[in-house]
């Protein structure tokens, strides 16, 4: 569940006990110059109309889809119950409400989308404060759906009169880049002027308070700037064919696979006998556990004895030993691919590790996966041996060091040492891995405790 509802007022509240009319004012003298300094005025408590934000419901969301509102305007809800489902890049999300009140008006629909942080409903306290409501809501949607809002922000903000606040209020509200942005370039944002809805301070404002302009290009150069050549026409479209925008999930894979081409990697591959790891695996299906568990608990076992596989590297400049060995496993679901985590993978016992692994994948099939289920992992492994293939690479994600691809176990004529042939089952398994922090010794090392174990399975179970 997440929970993002933010007042647009400030609410006091004042408790003493008294004893006598002297006491009392000195008690709240006293009170009075402990709690406000002079040199600030006491907040009047005005109206408290709340707006409900689209959450950042994983560390990639840039932006959210409404898949439904759970309640209708006019509703009154309770602090806690959940008021509109969230599709991020992840999965589907309810989101609740901090406060109790009436949601007085849906700025964003079902089916649209809005970046993170913006309004995308608005909560009323009383039936007083619904018709305000409903105005801040129909302004709020045309700036957010009217180009020219855009475009002529500070056009309109230069010209539209300043509305002073009642005597007495001090309310500052900002973006969260634009307060990032006052940070690093040292301004008070407490002394810029919000040009965005309803007195919201942004990035653009703050820029401007810091002196810093956009460039521009000048006049000059593009009068003698060389013709563009016309564009070549795109190929024409094979009649019939179906032009289909991305998901949210896809443009999140997307983004992510992008940033991996940033990583240097390197890929490591080797065979593994499975004869052993076969006869456990029909031993121990009929109680519920899968290839992709014993898989799971045996590379997780490798990673506890080479630790630096197991560490990650996101700014060039250092990397970091993990304390937990969280296993991502990739899973096809409907419209994209998901990496439910096995946390403590090494720590679970082979049936325990089983049943949390069917737990995931029910709940990422349903979309109903928690950010900490899937942002969490320390290293991925992917297995497409159940569909016949062979051997294959998989692509690096971005903040891990590394990538297990396992292909299928096929019979392999191989000879011992003394010249003679059998046949055995081998698997082929891959790794990439971030070249930054993983060398190739430091692979091939945990390649082989790797293939210990699965060729001598016992210490799985146990």
Same mark, same amino acid.
């Given at each position: 569940?997440?929970?993002?509802?933010?007042?647009?007022?400030p609410?006091?509240?004042?408790?003493?006990?008294? /004893?006598?009319?002297?006491?009392?004012? %000195?008690s &709240? *003298? $006293? !009170? +009075? @110059?402990?709690a406000?300094?002079?040199?600030?005025?006491?907040?009047?408590?005005?109206?408290?109309?709340?707006?409900?934000?689209?959450?950042?419901?994983?560390?990639?969301?840039?932006?959210?889809?409404?898949?439904?509102?759970?309640?209708?305007?006019?509703?009154?809800?309770?602090?806690?119950?959940?008021?509109?489902?969230?599709?991020?890049?992840?999965?589907?999300?309810?989101?609740?409400?901090?406060?109790?009140?009436?949601?007085?008006?849906?700025?964003?629909?079902?089916?649209?989308?809005?970046?993170?942080?913006?309004?995308?409903?608005?909560?009323?306290?009383?039936?007083?404060?619904i018709?305000?409501?409903?105005?801040?809501?129909?302004?709020?949607?045309k700036?957010?759906? /009217?180009?020219a809002?855009?475009?002529? %922000?500070? &056009? *309109? $903000? !230069? +010209? @539209?009169?300043?509305?002073?606040?009642?005597?007495?209020?001090?309310?500052?509200?900002?973006?969260?880049?634009?307060k990032?942005?006052?940070?690093?370039?040292?301004?008070?944002?407490?002394?810029?002027?919000?040009?965005?809805?309803?007195?919201?301070?942004?990035?653009?404002?703050?820029?401007?308070?810091?002196?810093?302009t956009?460039?521009?290009?000048?006049?000059?150069?593009?009068?003698?700037?060389?013709?563009?050549?016309?564009?070549?026409?795109?190929?024409?479209?094979?009649?019939?064919?179906?032009?289909?925008?991305?998901?949210?999930?896809?443009?999140?894979?997307?983004?992510?696979?992008?940033e991996?081409?940033?990583?240097?990697?390197?890929?490591?591959?080797?065979?593994? /006998?499975?004869?052993?790891?076969?006869?456990?695996?029909?031993?121990?299906?009929?109680?519920?556990?899968?290839?992709?568990?014993?898989?799971?608990?045996?590379?997780?076992?490798?990673?506890?004895q080479?630790?630096?596989?197991?560490?990650?590297?996101?700014?060039?400049?250092?990397?970091?030993?993990?304390?937990?060995?969280?296993?991502?496993?990739?899973?096809?679901?409907?419209?994209?691919?998901?990496t439910?985590?096995?946390?403590?993978?090494?720590?679970?016992?082979?049936?325990?590790?089983?049943?949390?692994?069917?737990?995931?994948?029910?709940?990422?099939?349903?979309?109903?996966?928690?950010?900490?289920?899937?942002?969490?992992?320390?290293?991925?492994l992917?297995?497409?041996?159940?569909?016949?293939?062979?051997?294959?690479?998989?692509?690096?994600?971005?903040?891990?060091?590394?990538?297990?691809?396992?292909?299928?176990?096929?019979?392999?004529?191989?000879?011992?040492?003394?010249?003679?042939?059998?046949?055995?089952?081998?698997?082929?398994?891959?790794?990439?891995?971030?070249?930054?922090?993983?060398?190739?010794?430091?692979?091939?090392?945990?390649?082989?405790?790797?293939?210990?174990?699965?060729?001598?399975?016992?210490?799985?179970?146990?």
């Amino acid at each position: 569940m997440a929970s993002v509802v933010q007042s647009k007022s400030p609410a006091l509240s004042f408790s003493s006990t008294i /004893s006598s009319p002297s006491s009392l004012r %000195s008690s &709240a *003298a $006293a !009170a +009075a @110059a402990a709690a406000f300094p002079r040199q600030y005025k006491l907040p009047s408590v005005q109206s408290k109309i709340r707006e409900i934000f689209m959450p950042a419901l994983s560390s990639t969301m840039t932006e959210g889809k409404i898949v439904s509102w759970t309640k209708s305007e006019g509703d009154v809800l309770s602090k806690g119950e959940s008021v509109v489902v969230v599709e991020s890049d992840k999965a589907d999300m309810d989101v609740e409400t901090f406060y109790g009140g009436i949601l007085a008006a849906i700025v964003v629909n079902d089916g649209e989308t809005a970046p993170v942080g913006a309004p995308i409903g608005l909560l009323a306290e009383t039936e007083d404060e619904i018709a305000e409501a409903k105005i801040r809501a129909k302004g709020q949607s045309k700036l957010e759906t /009217s180009p020219a809002a855009t475009t002529t %922000s500070d &056009a *309109a $903000a !230069a +010209a @539209a009169p300043k509305v002073a606040p009642p005597d007495g209020q001090i309310k500052i509200v900002a973006t969260p880049y634009a307060k990032k942005l006052a940070k690093q370039h040292k301004v008070d944002i407490n002394k810029v002027t919000g040009t965005g809805a309803f007195g919201r301070i942004t990035p653009e404002d703050v820029e401007k308070a810091a002196g810093i302009t956009p460039k521009s290009i000048p006049a000059a150069t593009a009068v003698a700037a060389p013709p563009i050549p016309a564009a070549k026409a795109s190929p024409t479209d094979i009649p019939g064919s179906t032009l289909v925008p991305f998901t949210t999930m896809q443009i999140a894979v997307s983004k992510n696979m992008m940033e991996s081409l940033s990583i240097p990697t390197f890929r490591v591959g080797y065979p593994v /006998s499975t004869n052993a790891l076969d006869a456990l695996y029909e031993k121990v299906k009929p109680k519920g556990v899968t290839m992709t568990a014993l898989l799971a608990k045996a590379a997780a076992m490798a990673l506890a004895q080479h630790p630096v596989v197991n560490a990650t590297c996101k700014d060039g400049k250092c990397f970091t030993y993990n304390s937990s060995i969280n296993i991502s496993v990739a899973v096809a679901i409907n419209g994209g691919l998901i990496t439910p985590v096995l946390q403590d993978a090494d720590k679970l016992d082979l049936y325990l590790l089983s049943q949390k692994w069917k737990e995931l994948v029910d709940k990422a099939r349903a979309k109903q996966l928690q950010p900490h289920e899937y942002n969490s992992g320390t290293f991925t492994l992917s297995n497409l041996g159940m569909f016949g293939v062979d051997r294959f690479d998989a692509i690096l994600p971005p903040g891990q060091g590394a990538i297990m691809a396992v292909g299928a176990s096929k019979p392999t004529v191989v000879s011992d040492s003394e010249g003679f042939f059998s046949v055995k089952n081998k698997m082929l398994v891959n790794v990439t891995a971030d070249h930054r922090i993983i060398y190739g010794a430091d692979l091939a090392a945990f390649l082989q405790t790797f293939s210990k174990i699965v060729e001598n399975p016992e210490s799985l179970t146990m």
